[in-house]
């Protein structure tokens, strides 16, 4: 039987390369949610009327998936930060 401090040590090492890929993720899933906004819009300065319209299917599921990265890597980060003591 593997003992606790060893486990421990394994996730610990293995945090930094879980938060390397959700930050890749993340930014993939960010990329591809971009369309056609010119740097105006970016800003703010684009046509309101055009940004608010509802999600549907995969842009809906790439929207929620990227919230869902976004929050698992914030807690993969604490989670590193407080076992990073040890």
């Given at each position: 039987?593997?003992?606790?401090?060893?486990?421990?040590?394994?996730?610990?090492?293995?945090?930094?390369?879980?938060?390397?890929?959700?930050?890749?993720?993340l930014i993939v899933g960010i990329v591809l949610q971009r369309r056609g906004a010119t740097l105006g819009g970016a800003f703010g300065?684009?046509?309101?009327?055009?940004t608010f319209y509802k999600r549907r299917g995969a842009e809906k599921f790439l929207f929620n998936a990227?919230?869902?990265i976004a929050i698992f890597l914030v807690l993969t980060a604490i989670?590193?930060?407080?076992?990073?003591?040890?």
């Open positions: 039987m593997v003992s606790y401090e060893l486990q421990m040590e394994a996730l610990v090492s293995a945090l930094p390369y879980a938060e390397i890929i959700l930050s890749i993720l300065g684009d046509n309101f009327a055009s990227t919230i869902g989670v590193n930060f407080l076992l990073s003591g040890l």
